[in-house]
């Protein structure tokens, strides 16, 4: 996997103004962004998945170009191939787990039926342990369950890499451990790249070879193996 | 009893028609201007609601002006066949304008209502606008979208000003409920009158308690009953 990125933008609210001005590139596998909240962390996974637009700026994920401001590219989200795992997990509340699964296997105006359960599909609910529940809803499930939902749902269109916004975030911190396990096996097991953000030290430590420090809208430092954090070597000047 | 069916089927269909057409309509309109971004949405969303505001005797005047034999578009209507005034599709033309912010308004907000991020979430699944707004946004503000339709078909069924001024009071072709009990009234038919009352009153309720079950339970997109169920499941299992 290889990663060139550089994001340009700023937002302006009433009270706040925010630049973001991130470039890295990378080939690791394990990409981990570490920072504060409110750092930039989240704005950067958007604007690989398409749901933020930069001013400027190229993103050029293993020789694919999504998004370059200077030959005008930028491919909607929907030809991006890139799966988001949201912080919230956005199930959605109206289809079954067996139905969000599927939702990205079809393109189509009709949601997948209720009953059924194509093999892509299928694959997912067992890698996850999720045959008990296929005909539940959102809201009737625990958080664990929702998060391998929301995995399953993401994996299942087989992307090109996966990108993971605070993944237990919204987990207690029993259940933290367990799914930081969890995906910690899933990355063994998986050929698919995935960037996990999280201002949780601990999660950058296990989930990321190459870790890359946010602050205030800029890359701050960047480190590989096991000397972060908060150690970081300092970024070469041409991508800072 | 044909002083009762004639115009209480009549009074059905238009505002069935109505209804329909509110439904198609004002959620396009709804859906359009909760995703506009400009500052004359918020004039558009005005005009778009004066039919709530303006007295109905002032709206079949615009609609007269409007679809009339001199009105702006009279001629052209007239050449391509189409009569409003004084026919019954007349009548559906002014419950239609009469009803239609009862639409516009449930639906703008059920649709703002909805979380962006699923729509987001289905955008990066790969699934095409067109695709998200018939598998997430429009089940997600179904029920709000519902209730507003089941408000324009009683608004519409009760329309009285509009209609007389632009359908007229012809019996057995636009002489709907409201209008036939109005005349019996005129008339000093008092049995008639009565009859007509007791008629639409029970209409209406049965068409409440109707409609009642055909909203989607308050849980599509919200989670409450789902929940109830989980509830009832957990309570079972112990």
């Excluded at chain 1, 799966?83 to 079809?106: E, K």
């Excluded at chain 2, 109707?210 to 499941?233: K, M, N, S, T």
Aim: proline residues 6%.
């Amino acid at each position: 996997m290889s990663m060139q990125i550089t994001i340009r933008k700023r937002l302006v609210s009433r009270d706040r103004q925010f630049a973001l001005d991130i470039g890295f590139e990378s080939d690791s596998h394990r990409i981990a962004m570490f920072g504060p909240s409110g750092s930039g962390k989240t704005l950067t996974l958007r604007a690989i998945a398409g749901l933020l637009a930069p001013e400027s700026g190229r993103i050029v994920l293993n020789g694919r170009t999504l998004f370059d401001s200077e030959s005008g590219i930028d491919l909607p989200p929907q030809e991006r191939r890139v799966a988001y795992l949201f912080q919230d997990y956005a199930l959605f509340p109206h289809l079954t787990v067996a139905q969000n699964i599927a939702f990205g296997l079809n393109h189509g105006w009709r949601n997948p039926r209720r009953r059924e359960l194509p093999p892509e599909a299928a694959h997912w609910v067992d890698a996850f342990g999720l045959r008990e529940i296929v005909n539940q809803y959102p809201s009737e499930i625990s958080g664990g369950q929702k998060q391998r939902v929301a995995l399953a749902r993401a994996l299942a269109p087989k992307p090109d890499i996966v990108l993971l916004d605070e993944p237990f975030s919204a987990l207690d911190p029993a259940l933290r451990t367990r799914m930081r396990e969890e995906l910690l096996s899933l990355q063994a097991n998986l050929e698919v790249p995935m960037v996990v953000i999280s201002h949780d030290p601990q999660d950058v430590e296990i989930l990321g070879d190459h870790v890359l420090e946010i602050r205030e809208g800029r890359i701050f430092g960047s480190g590989t193996g096991k000397r972060h954090p908060p150690v970081y070597a300092p970024l070469p000047a041409h991508v800072a | 009893m044909d002083a009762v069916w004639v115009p209480l089927l009549l009074s059905l269909k238009v505002a069935g028609w109505a209804t329909l057409l509110n439904a198609i309509l004002g959620v396009a309109a709804a859906y359009a201007i909760s995703r506009w971004r400009s500052s004359a949405r918020d004039v558009v969303d005005a005009i778009l609601t004066l039919p709530l505001v303006l007295p109905p005797t002032v709206l079949g005047y615009y609609l007269l002006v409007l679809v009339g034999r001199r009105g702006v578009f009279g001629a052209w209507l007239d050449r391509i066949g189409i009569e409003l005034v004084f026919t019954w599709q007349g009548a559906v033309l002014a419950s239609t304008v009469v009803a239609f912010p009862l639409v516009l308004k449930s639906a703008r907000a059920a649709f703002e209502g909805v979380d962006h991020q699923l729509e987001n979430a289905a955008r990066v699944l790969g699934v095409s606008e067109t695709g998200i707004f018939f598998r997430v946004t429009l089940p997600m503000a179904l029920r709000g979208i519902s209730a507003g339709v089941v408000l324009a078909f009683a608004r519409a069924l009760g329309e009285f000003g509009a209609t007389l001024m632009v359908a007229g009071n012809l019996p057995g072709r636009t002489q709907t409920l409201s209008v036939a009990i109005y005349e019996a009234v005129q008339a000093g038919d008092d049995n008639t009158a009565n009859l007509l009352v007791l008629v639409t009153s029970v209409t209406c309720i049965v068409l409440l308690v109707v409609a009642g079950r055909l909203v989607p339970p308050a849980a599509r997109g919200v989670g409450e009953v789902y929940e109830r169920r989980a509830f009832r499941r957990e309570a079972v299992g112990k």
